[in-house]
Nanobody
Framework: VQLQASGGGLVQTGGSLRLSCAVS????????IGWFRQVSGKEREGVSC????????FYGESVKGRFTISSDNAKSMVYLQMNSLKPEDTAVYYC????????????????WGKGTLVTVSS
C-alpha cells in the first residue's frame, strides 16, 4: 500500500488549493482515505475522510463548508479541494488509508504517505 500526497504550496488568505493523493497497491473502492494535517509541535488533526465503499464523507469542524474530499477510483486518486483558506490551515497535510467503511473521522489510519506542505499567508 502506497500513498503520495501532492499539491501543497503557498497561497494567500482566501485562496484555494487542491491536494492530490495518488494511491497504489490496493483497490481504492474497498478502503477509506483520510486527510490529516499537522503543525510542528502540535497534535495531528483529522481534516476529512472518504469512505470509498459507501461514499460517506466526514469533515473536521474547522474545515466544514470550506474543504471537499473526492475521489476518482479509475485513476486511483483522492483529492482535497481547499477553499477560503486561512492562516490557521497552514500545516503539513498527509493522506492515509484504512480498510473498510468508516462511521466517523478517525484519529489514525493504518497506511500513511509522505506529507505536502500548505502555507497560507496573511
Amino acid at each position: 500500500v502506497q500513498l503520495q500526497a501532492s499539491g501543497g504550496g503557498l497561497v494567500q488568505t482566501g485562496g484555494s488549493l487542491r491536494l492530490s493523493c495518488a494511491v497504489s497497491g490496493f483497490t481504492l473502492g474497498y478502503y477509506a482515505i483520510g486527510w490529516f494535517r499537522q503543525v510542528s509541535g502540535k497534535e495531528r488533526e483529522g481534516v476529512s475522510c472518504l469512505s470509498s465503499s459507501d461514499g460517506n464523507t466526514f469533515y473536521g469542524e474547522s474545515v466544514k463548508g470550506r474543504f471537499t474530499i473526492s475521489s476518482d477510483n479509475a485513476k486511483s486518486m483522492v483529492y482535497l479541494q481547499m477553499n477560503s483558506l486561512k492562516p490557521e490551515d497552514t500545516a503539513v497535510y498527509y493522506c492515509a488509508a484504512d480498510w473498510g467503511p468508516l462511521e466517523e473521522l478517525p484519529d489514525d489510519m493504518d497506511y500513511w504517505g509522505k506529507g505536502t506542505l500548505v502555507t497560507v499567508s496573511s
